[in-house]
């Protein structure tokens, strides 16, 4: 099935990309280092890429479930909500699981801070699911770090969104992809994407990609 969407995004781990695919334009490319507080980890590196489209992952703290039920998703868009009001983006595709949630996001032109955006989503949600804080004023919602990678190319897009949207069914969550109420499956199969039987069986070309 054709994606009737193109993304124009290269990996930026590399100076070029794989067989047959655009070298990463480096003049686009801003690579930042940031370091736990508190801990004696060594630097870890995030990728930015004004207007990239990426593949995230975030988890609860603890794998806590703390985004099961409707008043927690509820809470969860409205920070979406709010953030994207101020700083926009494009939710591709999005799946929330109890202790965990997978979306693909793309960044407006010349725009390549999604730091910032899951800083201010994560507080905002983290406010309404627990007042407490701990030693360093954090409230333990979420773990620190989260999961992301710089979608390449259209193969990479659409394998990424097998993968999210397949992983509600891979957990044992529910027995069809169309059934689990908190993803975009249905308005990835209104707009042409996805057949509406989609995941009867796991996705064949997913070998290698571990997200969690």
Same mark, same amino acid.
């Given at each position: 099935?054709?994606?009737?969407?193109? @993304? &124009? #995004?290269?990996?930026? %781990?590399?100076?070029?990309?794989?067989?047959?695919?655009?070298?990463?334009?480096?003049?686009?490319?801003?690579?930042?280092?940031?370091?736990?507080?508190?801990? %004696?980890? %060594?630097? !870890?590196?995030?990728?930015?890429?004004?207007?990239?489209?990426?593949?995230?992952?975030?988890?609860?703290?603890?794998?806590?479930?703390?985004?099961?039920?409707?008043?927690?998703?509820?809470?969860?868009?409205?920070?979406?909500?709010?953030? #994207?009001?101020?700083?926009?983006?494009?939710?591709?595709?999005?799946?929330?699981?109890? &202790?965990?949630?997978?979306?693909?996001?793309?960044?407006?032109?010349?725009?390549? *801070? !999604?730091?910032?955006?899951?800083?201010?989503?994560? #507080?905002?949600?983290?406010?309404?699911?627990?007042? %407490?804080?701990?030693?360093?004023?954090?409230?333990?919602?979420?773990?620190?770090?989260? $999961?992301?990678?710089?979608?390449? &190319?259209?193969?990479?897009?659409?394998?990424?969104?097998? !993968?999210?949207? $397949?992983?509600?069914? #891979?957990?044992?969550?529910?027995?069809? @992809?169309?059934?689990?109420?908190?993803?975009?499956?249905?308005?990835?199969?209104?707009?042409?994407? !996805?057949?509406? *039987?989609?995941?009867?069986?796991?996705?064949?070309?997913?070998?290698?990609?571990?997200?969690?």
């Amino acid at each position: 099935m054709t994606v009737p969407r193109r @993304v &124009d #995004k290269r990996s930026a %781990s590399t100076g070029s990309g794989r067989r047959g695919e655009a070298p990463v334009d480096a003049a686009r490319v801003n690579i930042i280092q940031t370091q736990e507080a508190g801990t %004696s980890m %060594s630097n !870890y590196r995030r990728v930015l890429i004004p207007g990239g489209t990426y593949f995230f992952t975030l988890v609860t703290w603890h794998r806590q479930p703390l985004l099961a039920g409707e008043e927690r998703v509820g809470h969860l868009r409205e920070a979406f909500r709010h953030v #994207k009001g101020q700083r926009p983006f494009t939710i591709d595709a999005i799946a929330i699981l109890p &202790d965990h949630l997978h979306c693909v996001v793309t960044l407006p032109p010349g725009d390549a *801070d !999604y730091p910032g955006r899951w800083r201010e989503i994560k #507080k905002r949600f983290s406010a309404q699911v627990d007042t %407490s804080t701990n030693r360093r004023n954090e409230r333990p919602v979420w773990q620190r770090r989260y $999961y992301e990678h710089a979608i390449r &190319d259209e193969a990479d897009w659409r394998r990424h969104l097998d !993968y999210l949207f $397949y992983n509600p069914v #891979k957990h044992g969550l529910t027995g069809r @992809v169309a059934d689990w109420p908190w993803s975009s499956f249905l308005r990835a199969v209104e707009r042409g994407w !996805y057949p509406a *039987d989609w995941g009867t069986q796991a996705p064949g070309d997913l070998q290698g990609v571990e997200c969690e």
